[in-house]
T-cell receptor, first 118, second 112 residues
Framework: GAVVSQHPSWVICKSGTSVKIECRSL??????MFWYRQFPKQSLMLMAT?????????EQGVEKDKFLINHASLTLSTLTVTSAHPEDSSFYIC??????????????FGPGTRLTVT | DAKTTQPTSMDCAEGRAANLPCNHS???????VYWYRQIHSQGPQYIIH???NNETNEMASLIITEDRKSSTLILPHATLRDTAVYYC?????????????FGKGITLSVRP
């Protein structure tokens, strides 16, 4: 149980285009999901917290107009990187909290999406 | 500010116990100690967490000192598949400190 999927697993796009990454909780409901970014040989950095049915909360320094987050259902959150540039190339990882069980405080992570902007 | 400090790396022999230390001297009374690991190019995987008492599950054991200023994650019989970056994180279950904030972690290399 407690599986989180991401799609796509990797994507290459041209500079200036937008890319959407999906995060799904497959066997549980997640009121809250999180988006992280990880550059090579660095740790995960929290970008934003996504709450179902409301606006996402962004961490300091993360441009909300560039990284659009939508959490329209209890099992799906999307991250759209708008007008992507090479410096946005990174490993994007989502995470979800199971809000329906005693394991509420455990966060389950997706496998990540490798974005390369050329 | 980092709330935990871990060595940069360590290695151990396959089949032996791997003991991964973590210092968290500024931990608050309502903060838990969590451990996650990340195998190369994958998402982090939850391992274990605890508040005061030692904890054990099918993956590992967590030993927390009585003053809660440090802890040790124990992988009882390390395998090559345990090679990963291990993150020790302190967090509360409510409020702003409930976020999972990752530090640099410790890179564990299990050698044959």
């Amino acid at each position: 149980g407690a599986v989180v999927s991401q799609h796509p697993s990797w994507v290459i796009c041209k500079s200036g285009t937008s890319v959407k990454i999906e995060c799904r909780s497959l066997d549980f409901q997640a009121t809250t999901m999180f988006w992280y970014r990880q550059f090579p040989k660095q740790s995960l950095m929290l970008m934003a917290t996504s709450n179902e049915g409301s606006k996402a909360t962004y961490e300091q320094g993360v441009e909300k107009d560039k990284f659009l987050i939508n959490h329209a259902s209890l099992t799906l959150s999307t991250l759209t990187v708008t007008s992507a540039h090479p410096e946005d190339s990174s490993f994007y990882i989502c995470s979800a909290r199971d809000t329906g069980t005693s394991s509420f405080y455990e966060q389950y992570f997706g496998p990540g999406t490798r974005l390369t902007v050329t | 500010d980092a709330k935990t400090t871990q060595p940069t790396s360590m290695d151990c022999a396959e089949g032996r116990a791997a003991n991964l230390p973590c210092n968290h001297s500024t931990i608050s009374g309502n903060e838990y100690v969590y451990w996650y690991r990340q195998i190369h190019s994958q998402g982090p995987q939850y391992i274990i967490h605890g508040l005061k008492n030692n904890e054990t599950n099918e993956m590992a054991s967590l030993i927390i000192t009585e003053d809660r200023k440090s802890s040790t994650l124990i992988l009882p019989h390390a395998t090559l598949r345990d090679t990963a970056v291990y993150y020790c994180i302190v967090r509360s279950h409510t409020g702003a400190n409930s976020k999972l904030t990752f530090g640099k972690g410790i890179t564990l290399s299990v050698r044959p």
